[in-house]
């Protein structure tokens, strides 16, 4: 798969269900955006920092590869 994925509604489903193996490598940048690795994506090391982040406190990159990966600040701050 090359690009970035459609997502419809909420995306945390969406991306909770693949590894990283099946992320395309444009994916694996905007997560790598946000500090996510294959080791803490697959569990075996501690989620990034802007895990735990509110959406305002993320910078500019960060709020723009999440809204690429089809996040709200709504969403985002739900999690």
């Known amino acids: 798969m090359s690009g970035i994925r459609d997502v419809d509604g909420d995306p945390s489903g969406t991306w909770a269900d693949l590894s990283w193996s099946d992320l395309s490598s444009e994916e694996q940048s905007l997560w790598g ?3 996510w690795d294959e080791s803490s994506w697959e569990e075996d090391t501690d989620p990034p920092a ?4 509110y959406w305002e406190d993320l910078s500019a ?4 590869a999440l809204t690429k990966l ?7 701050d739900e999690e």
């Open 61 to 64: 990159g960060q709020q723009a």
């Open 70 to 76: 089809g996040y709200t600040q709504a969403l985002w």
């Open 50 to 53: 802007s895990d735990d982040e």
């Open 33 to 35: 955006e946000l500090g």
